[in-house]
């Protein structure tokens, strides 16, 4: 470094003529300005900016209000009922529709499964019987209401009139009873007179004042008396006797009218026992109901149409009450869940006109607003919040509103439960 400061000093000729070229070279490079200053041109107009600024403001004011007329979630869903096929009845499956598979569409009526119908057509058949021989007891004791009516009350009439007589023939005995007495009283006379005059001639013969004729017609007579008294009281002892029978013959008479009294009675129990009957053979009718309903139960169909799911049922499988076989998903009966957050729902009304935009198919669909919830989603929890715990935290809740699709825009079906969609709801 020495030696060449030394030799610039030496060379002052040298330096002198590098000056010159360097400023010749920044001449060059930067020409002297002209004194007069010239304009800036701009690009854009003062007024073309305002009118810019002033048609973003319409446009942004333009869209918010426009905004404000929908109300939008992705925070749904499309949903459809799950049928759950299930069968009634305990049995083993003889046969399946080869058409009923996974995935498979089936027309409502179609015969999914049947079951073995032996035991239940035998339950059938003995129900049958059954009914046969309770309405054959229904008919006899219906019949044997007006019997029972006829001969009960003919019983009762005939024991009155059994009664009467008997009580007539006690009066009858009573006469003939008094009739007797007098007889024996009479007789009795006759009796003491014969005897005295038997005794008068006894003595007479005796003093042989009167012949032995006399005396025996007298003894005869008396004889006769006597004869004719013990008859009479013969008699007053059969009349007793038959009075005593006339009046046991009453007795049993009166019985039986108190007995043939309950021919009301009995009316009312061959009546009952005729409901009774009755209402035994509906009881068997309904036995035989029900028998046909459970044959019936071993085939069983599809109850609506649609996509088959859950199939879980195999030939040969014994299946109990309420087992599930199969899910069909009727394809024709679908809507949307939309959950919606609370502070959505302020103009949110039955009716309004929603456009669905489904996910997988890249596509708008038209709906309207079915009905608004009627809780939030978290209450029908299993375990809801208990806000009375002391742990409350506010969350801005969602509730699930329903939406239903207009007819006829999807006749292909290609709308299935569970595909994600995204709707707008028009407020105004």
């Known amino acids: 470094m020495a030696r060449a400061t030394d030799t610039i000093q030496e060379d002052p000729q040298t ?50 209000l426009h905004a404000r007329r929908f109300e939008s979630t992705d925070d749904a869903q499309i949903d459809g009922h799950l049928n759950q096929i299930s069968a009634r009845i305990t049995g083993t499956v003889i046969r399946i529709n080869p058409s009923v598979e996974n995935n498979q569409y089936v027309e409502a009526g179609t015969l999914l499964v049947e079951l073995d119908p032996n035991d239940y057509q035998i339950a059938l058949d003995h ?52 009739a007797a007495e007098h007889n024996v009283q009479r007789d009795e006379a006759l009796y003491e007179r014969a005897e005295r005059d038997r005794a008068r001639y006894q003595a007479l013969v005796e003093k042989r004042e009167i012949s032995r004729s006399d005396y025996d017609a007298r003894a005869t007579e008396a004889i006769a008396s006597a004869q004719a008294l013990a008859s009479d009281r013969a008699i007053v002892t059969s009349e007793q006797q038959k009075i005593a029978q006339a009046l046991s013959l009453v007795a049993e008479r009166r019985a039986q009218v108190e007995t043939a009294r309950t021919a009301p009675q009995q009316l009312i129990d061959a009546r009952a026992k005729s409901q009774s009957s009755i ?32 199939k879980t049922v195999e030939v040969g499988q014994r299946i109990q009450p309420g087992q599930s076989l199969l899910a069909i998903v009727p394809l024709d009966d679908i809507w949307v869940t939309a959950d919606f957050k609370e502070t959505q729902l302020k103009l949110m009304r039955p009716g309004q006109s929603v456009n669905i935009h489904v996910d997988a198919f890249d596509r708008d669909y038209k709906g309207t607003v079915e009905n608004l919830p009627g809780a939030a989603g978290t209450l029908f929890s299993l375990l809801p919040p208990e806000n009375a715990s002391g742990n409350f935290v506010k969350v801005v809740q969602r509730l699930p509103v329903r939406i239903r699709f207009d007819r006829d825009q999807d006749p292909q079906h290609a709308l299935r439960p569970g595909m994600s969609v995204e709707p707008t709801v028009r407020l105004r």
Do not use: C, M
């Open 15 to 64: 330096n002198s003529i590098a000056r010159e070229n360097d400023a010749a070279q920044l001449r060059n490079a930067n020409p002297p300005k002209s004194q007069l200053v010239e304009p800036k041109r701009r690009l854009i107009p003062n007024w073309a900016l305002g009118v810019f600024g002033l048609l973003a403001a319409v446009i942004l004011l333009s869209w918010w």
């Open 127 to 178: 129900a049958k019987a059954d009914l046969a021989a309770r309405e054959a007891t229904a008919r006899s004791a219906r019949i044997n209401v007006p019997i029972t009516d006829i001969s009960a009350f003919s019983q009762l009439r005939l024991a009155e009139a059994a009664r009467e007589e008997a009580v007539a023939t006690v009066d009858a005995e009573q006469a003939s009873l008094a």
């Open 279 to 310: 209402g035994q053979a509906d009881q068997a009718r309904a036995d035989v109901h029900s028998a046909e309903l459970n044959l019936g139960y071993t085939r069983i169909y599809a109850p609506v149409s649609g996509v088959i799911g859950r």
